[in-house]
């Protein structure tokens, strides 16, 4: 796809029955790729994600996708795991890293003085095969400066700060 640009060393299995009727049950596959210098265009929030190096895996049962990748020249750890078959999730999405004010506002979410300075982040995202969609983010907030001028409230950065989010779609 034209979304899509970098190396890739592939290796690729395939077993297929030599009979006159196959079935899909039948037919094994198996991609074993390290990418490497990727980019992949308006993947998150419509935005690019760059510098990615990664191992990507996928077989009849599910593709996993782990790696860095830049967010905005940000170093970012994701995982991401796609089932294929039946099973209590069928997508889960980990991103671990840390934000910066840069980051943050190429991403849509910049919050001005209210936050400033670095955010760490481990988000987790879950879709189940039935039922509810489930997302968590954990921030580590020790090296960020929060502020509510509104309220008479400051956490400087140094302090101790985290905060956990959590939704249910």
Do not use: C
Not at 44 to 64: E, I, P
Not at 70 to 91: D, H, I, K, L, T
Not at 94 to 109: D, I, K
Not at 141 to 167: F, M, Q, Y
């Amino acid at each position: 796809p034209s979304d899509l640009d970098g190396a890739t060393d592939a290796r690729l299995f395939f077993r297929i029955p030599l009979i006159d009727r196959v079935t899909m049950d039948e037919i094994r596959v198996s991609v074993d790729a390290a990418l490497s210098q990727f980019t992949w265009r308006k993947i998150l929030f419509g935005r690019d994600v760059t510098n990615g190096s990664s191992n990507l895996k996928v077989d009849n049962k599910s593709m996993t996708f782990q790696g860095a990748l830049s967010v905005a020249g940000g170093p970012m750890q994701v995982r991401w795991v796609e089932g294929f078959v039946r099973g209590p999730e069928s997508s889960r999405i980990e991103v671990s890293g840390t934000l910066n004010e840069a980051q943050r506002a190429y991403l849509g979410l910049d919050l001005g003085s209210t936050v400033k300075g670095p955010m760490g982040l481990r988000a987790v995202s879950v879709s189940p095969q039935k039922g509810v969609y489930r997302v968590t983010a954990d921030l580590a907030l020790n090296a960020t400066d929060l502020s509510v001028p509104e309220l008479s409230w400051r956490k400087p950065a140094g302090a101790e700060g985290k905060e956990i989010g959590r939704a249910h779609v």
